[in-house]
Structures are given as structure tokens and as C-alpha cells.
């Protein structure tokens, strides 16, 4: 099956993959910035792993703050999913976390008034440093697939996983 992305889920992904495979290079004065996707900065976010297997907000961008309703600082990233549906999210974070690859899933997303958005998130370990107390942290991002004028201004409360694109696996050649 094939899989076809958002453009910020591609920027991110080749954003994360220059980040972690060269961090030290100065970038390229022709290499686009941040805010040449203030979209796609809205809706990044960045969670951190706490006691009890809790993902931790650390840093939201506005508009998913505003998507969801509410502020986001130190609020649970799982406490957005219910079920089986948590169980699933759970599993790809630590399988993101393990692989240090990133991880992708769709969803739909839902208000109190009943309206759907499609959602794809998208999950990317961050190095672990020292200064963070070796605790895992990912950058994500929470992008919207349809125009977000269909939810009528009511924040999303309810999520549902809808596929799961996990980590892809080093493979090594076999020889038969």
C-alpha cells in the first residue's frame, strides 16, 4: 500500500531527517526556514515521556491549542485518546521511541457537535540530551487534512485511530 503525505508532514519528515543526520552543518542560506510554513508551525508540538508513561506537552503551537480547546502546558498528549484507540497511539510512540525513526497515524478527529475532520500526526524522536535528564522527547506535528471551517469554530475532544504507519525497519539484506 502506498502511502501519500501532507506537504508539512514531508517538510517535517525531511526537516527531522536533516536534523538528526547532520545537526552540526550551518544550513544553506537557500534551505527554507521556519517561517516559510507558519501553518505547519502552528500545529507542531513537542511532547516529552513523564513518570508512569505519561507524554508530557512541553511546547504547542496556537493553532492546535486552539483545535483542541484548550492549553496544552503539561497536559497528558494520551488523555486525547480512549481505548483500544490509546493502547495503539501508546505502541507507536514507544515503537518511534525504540526505533528513534519517525512514526505516522491518521485519525479522525471530533467536537461535541458531532463534526469530523480527518487528522495525520506524525511523531519524530528527538536526540536525548544531558540537559533534558536523558528523558525522551518527540516532535510532532498535528496536521489537519480537510479545511478546519467544517468544525464551525467547537474544538476537537474525541479522536479515533484510523491507520498507523509505524517506524520503517532496518532490514538487512538476506542472502539465500
Not at 503525505?5 to 514531508?10: A, K, Q
Not at 514507544?94 to 506524525?122: C, F, N
Amino acid at each position: 500500500m502506498s502511502l501519500t503525505y501532507h506537504p508539512n508532514t514531508i517538510t517535517l519528515l525531511t526537516a527531522w531527517e536533516r536534523m538528526t543526520q547532520a545537526p552540526d552543518i550551518a544550513t544553506d542560506l537557500n534551505t527554507a526556514k521556519a517561517s516559510d510554513y507558519p501553518d505547519l508551525l502552528d500545529c507542531l508540538f513537542v511532547i516529552q515521556r513523564a513518570a508512569e508513561g505519561r507524554w508530557l506537552f512541553r511546547n504547542a503551537g496556537d493553532q492546535l491549542s486552539q483545535l483542541l480547546g484548550r492549553d496544552l502546558g503539561d497536559h497528558d498528549c494520551m488523555d486525547f485518546w480512549t481505548g483500544h484507540d490509546r493502547a495503539m497511539v501508546r505502541s507507536l510512540i514507544d515503537s518511534v521511541r525504540e526505533s528513534r525513526k519517525p512514526g505516522t497515524l491518521h485519525a479522525s478527529g471530533e467536537t461535541l457537535t458531532g463534526k469530523h475532520v480527518g487528522v495525520e500526526l506524525t511523531f519524530a524522536p528527538l536526540p536525548i540530551t544531558q540537559s533534558q535528564g536523558n528523558t525522551p522527547r518527540l516532535l510532532c506535528l498535528y496536521q489537519p487534512l480537510q479545511p478546519r471551517v467544517i468544525l464551525n469554530g467547537r474544538p476537537v475532544w474525541r479522536h479515533r485511530v484510523t491507520a498507523i504507519y509505524p517506524p520503517s525497519p532496518d532490514r538487512q539484506a538476506t542472502h539465500l
